[in-house]
């Protein structure tokens, strides 16, 4: 069984990885109804959640400095990355249906 520490660092990459990929999916225009804004939201939700799961990873072999770091940068994102979705559903630029 993974411990807590590889469990963290792996969702971290596994997120990165997420959004990379939608940077990719987006360069490429494989999915067509993916705009830049909404590529722009998901991965800076994406990496957003990794940071946080770096920032677990961090705090589990005690650094202090850097867990803060990430914990109040991924915070950022995860907000941004909200905040983001709230407006472009509200303006219509994020279609749900």
Request: proline share 0%; with cysteine; hydrophobic share 60%.
């Amino acid at each position: 069984m993974l411990t807590n520490t590889k469990r963290c660092l792996w969702l971290g990459i596994i997120f990165c990885v997420f959004a990379i990929l939608f940077v990719i999916l987006y360069f490429f225009d494989v999915i067509k109804t993916l705009d830049l804004f909404l590529c722009v939201t998901y991965v800076t939700y994406f990496i957003g959640i990794a940071l946080m799961y770096n920032g677990a990873y961090q705090r589990a072999k005690g650094y202090t400095k850097s867990t803060l770091a990430n914990f109040i940068f991924g915070g950022i994102f995860m907000i941004c990355a909200i905040s983001m979705l709230i407006y472009g559903l509200v303006t219509g630029i994020i279609v749900l249906f």
